[in-house]
Each structure stands twice: as structure tokens, then as C-alpha cells.
């Protein structure tokens, strides 16, 4: 069954602030999605440009409390639907920035000004970039587990990689960006990742279902699949946001480009001299010289 649409965006695109889709993928949410909705427009300061679109399976209790909502409604076959449903609210969508919401990401007051302030130099319609927030207590952390995508990167890459399902989908876009687009760094804006490993709390069943060994495996699998070792090795680099970088894509792109060529050419060493050394640990150790009073005449 595909996936039906529901509802109609309430704005168009102004000239100076940017429009924003929440991109929100659900799944059976303990207490229902209204508290997550309403946390996010209640929280921002022009929730007139803020387009929430929620996506979901068909047998989801939200079905019947979204009546009227901006929704997509897709079918309900045993799998992760987490990254088909994002997908599919993502392609309904037409705003300058498109944020991809889980059920347990909560904001900040005035995140739409903070995100704002953060790509303000970053045409979202000329410039593909993804936005690296704050979601984890690593201070270093690069890995884009909700990323904010501009326009151009969506009409130019997509969201996530129609192969994944939930694991590891966030490592493949966070490759995909670093490799084709930019990863603009706001992690100065700060989200409430309320997940059990940071928490302490009970998983939920989605949470359950994603993080089965057999989608480890499927999402391992596919990942490398897309993305080839060398790719895979080099360290994330993020652009400041408020640097002499600030919308020059060319530049910021080759700097990018060149740090990685340094690190791939830097892993090709050290591959390169740990499979010499292993060569030559396999050759037996010469046999030593009899004492002289054991030699033959």
C-alpha cells in the first residue's frame, strides 16, 4: 500500500527568514505525538514558518490523533519504517530547511532563531550543507543523528539513503554530506535527546525493534555497501559557522576535501606498513649458528 498524504503547508517561502519542515518519523510514541508538537511550534518564536509534518505506519494509534494534521501515512509490513517515513515526509515538503525529528528529541526555547542565527551566511536554497546539532554529551562528537538539511541538499542528494532502514542510516548521510556537500557545525544549539542510553530510562518498542542484532547487521551491511572503506576511515570535519568561510561552498568544500585527501593518504601509510609487517613476521626467523664446538670439520 503506499503511502497517502494529508494536509497542505501553511506558508510560502518569505525573503529573509527561513521556512522550516519538521520532519517528525514516528512509531507507536508512549503518550501519543501531540506533547511532541506542541513542544516544538510552542517553543519557537515564528511558528507561522514552521511546516510539522509527522509520518507514520497505518496501524500507529497517532493515526487517530492527527486527524488533520500535516501527515503521511504509509503501510505497516514488520519492518523499521524509520527511514522511509522521514523519506516520505521530507518528499511532501517544500521549506528552505528540513530538521529530522525522532520521538524522543525535544528543543530549546527559540531553537528557530538559534538555527537561524547558525546558517544565517548559508543560503539554504543555493548551498547544500547539512547542520550538525547538539544531541549527545560528546563535545566531539560529528555524527548527524538528527541533521538539518538545507534545500539544495535535499533536492541535490535526499535525505536518508532509500537502502537503510534505521541503524546506521545517520553514519551514511553523515558520510554523504562530508563527501558531496558541507557539515555547517550548530552545536551551539542545544536539543533534550531523551534516549535510554543517555537517560537511564526503558527503551520503547521502537526503540526495541531498531536496535535488534538483525538490523545491526542489515544496517552494517548496507552501509558499507555505499560507502567503501577508505571513505569510511577519515575523520568528520565541521565548518564553523562563523568563520571567513561563511558562504563561500567552493572554498569551504576544497579545504574540506583536502584535509580529507591528507587523511586517506595518511591511512594508506599506515595500511601500507602494517601489511609489510605482517609480511615479514610470516617468514620464519633464520635458524641460529651451531656453537662452534657443535659445527662439523
Known amino acids: 500500500m503506499p503511502s497517502r498524504v494529508e494536509g497542505r503547508a501553511p506558508f510560502s517561502s518569505p525573503q529573509t527568514w527561513p521556512t522550516i519542515a519538521l520532519l517528525h518519523a514516528t512509531y507507536h510514541r508512549p503518550g501519543g505525538v501531540g506533547p511532541l508538537r506542541e513542544a516544538w511550534l510552542e517553543r519557537a518564536d515564528r511558528a507561522d514558518l514552521v511546516d510539522y509534518i ?12 492527527t486527524t488533520g494534521w500535516r501527515r503521511v501515512i504509509g503501510p505497516a509490513d514488520g519492518t523499521v519504517s524509520a527511514v522511509r517515513n522521514w523519506n516520505a515526509a521530507a518528499a511532501v515538503s517544500s521549506a528552505d530547511l528540513l530538521v529530522v525529528l525522532a520521538d524522543d528529541l525535544f ?3 527559540g531553537w528557530d532563531t538559534c538555527l537561524w542565527q547558525v546558517i544565517g551566511g548559508w543560503d539554504p536554497r543555493s548551498i547544500a550543507y547539512a547542520v550538525k546539532i547538539t544531541d549527545s554529551p560528546s563535545p566531539s562528537d560529528t555524527l548527524l543523528r538528527h541533521p538539518v538539511v538545507s534545500r539544495r541538499f535535499y533536492d541535490s542528494f535526499g535525505l536518508f539513503a532509500p537502502q537503510m532502514r534505521g541503524v546506521y542510516c545517520d553514519d551514511e548521510i553523515t558520510r554523504r554530506a562530508y563527501w558531496q556537500a558541507l557539515i555547517l ?3 551551539s544549539m542545544a536539543f533534550e535527546h531523551a534516549h535510554p542510553t543517555l537517560t537511564g530510562g526503558f527503551e520503547t518498542d521502537s526503540q526495541r525493534m531498531i536496535n535488534r542484532a538483525s538490523e545491526y547487521e542489515y544496517g552494517a551491511r548496507a552501509y558499507e555497501d555505499l560507502w567503501p572503506k577508505w571513505r569510511r576511515r577519515v575523520r568528520i570535519r565541521i565548518v564553523p559557522a562563523y568563520n571567513w568561510l561563511v558562504g563561500r561552498e567552493r572554498l569551504a568544500r576544497l579545504v574540506a576535501l583536502t584535509r580529507a585527501t591528507a587523511d586517506v593518504g595518511l591511512w594508506g601509510v599506515k595500511a601500507a606498513t602494517w601489511h609489510v609487517r605482517r609480511i615479514v613476521g610470516s617468514f620464519p626467523a633464520k635458524a641460529p649458528e651451531p656453537p662452534a664446538s657443535e659445527r662439523s670439520s
Open 54 to 65: 509527522v509520518a507514520m505506519d497505518c496501524d500507529d494509534p497517532a493515526v487517530a490523533e
Open 107 to 109: 528543543p530549546e526555547q
Open 185 to 187: 557545525d550548530g552545536r
